[in-house]
Structure formats: C-alpha cells, structure tokens
C-alpha cells in the first residue's frame, strides 16, 4: 500500500496561497489516480481534485480556477497550489491515491465510488481567516 504525507498547511488571510504537497512512497504508476480530499470536523470529506499520469485534472466547482493539482517530474511529489482562498476552504486536506481500475476520477471524487480503495495520508491543516 503506498505511504502518503501531506505537508505545507497554514494559516492565511482571505484572498493568500498555499501550496500543499504530498510526498508518495514509489513512484506515480499509471495505473493509479491521486487526488485531494477536504474535510469539516462534523461534515463528510469533500472531493477537492485529482490528476493521473498522463496530467488529465478534474476539480470540485468550488475550486475550479482558484486551485491547481500537479505532480513533479519524478511522479513521487502530488502537489495542490491553492490561491485567493476562502474562508470557507479552512479544513484539514488529505492526499489519496487509488487505482483506476476501481474508480474514474470523478466516481472516486464525486460519488464515493471505490473509496475502499484508497491509501490515504495523515492530512494537512489549512486555515482561512477572513
């Protein structure tokens, strides 16, 4: 199972950037998607946006040209580049990888499919103040 960790948390004004990262144990198979996740304490994780090998990136409507995933050259580095955020961006944001056999990156996003799938990390912590 590949080992996740998230780093680049913070707090930060209304309208900064973050940039997250997510360093992976191996490398970026093709047979696999990545992606982020966020989460409310007391509501249901939330699909933020995901990427596969080849660079194809969906993203949640809430984020869509404020946020953008990418992954370095080696493809061991996930990385999501968050600018003129939010108050409501605050929550704790995991990294997650799973196969794409299981689920396309909407499914897994979007429609909880293949979630049993998934190796995530220990989460991020991000916070916007208004």
């Known amino acids: 199972q590949e080992q996740l960790v998230e780093s680049g948390g913070g707090s930060v004004e209304a309208g900064g950037s973050l940039t997250l990262s997510c360093a992976a144990s191996?490398?970026?198979?093709?047979?696999?998607?990545r992606g982020w996740f966020r989460q409310v304490p007391g509501l249901e994780r939330e699909g933020v946006a995901a990427?596969?090998?080849?660079?194809?990136?969906t993203y949640a409507d809430s984020v869509k040209g404020r946020f953008t995933i990418s992954q370095d050259n080696a493809k061991t580095t996930l990385y999501l580049q968050m600018n003129n955020l939010k108050p409501e961006d605050t929550a704790m944001y995991y990294c997650?990888?799973?196969?794409?056999?299981?689920?396309?990156?909407?499914?897994?996003?979007?429609?909880?499919?293949?979630?049993?799938?998934?190796?995530w990390g220990q989460g991020t912590q991000v916070t916007v103040s208004s």
């Open positions: 997650v990888a799973w196969p794409r056999d299981m689920a396309s990156m909407s499914g897994f996003l979007f429609r909880n499919e293949g979630r049993l799938w998934g190796s």
């Open positions: 990427i596969g090998s080849d660079g194809d990136a």
């Open positions: 191996k490398y970026f198979h093709s047979a696999y998607y």
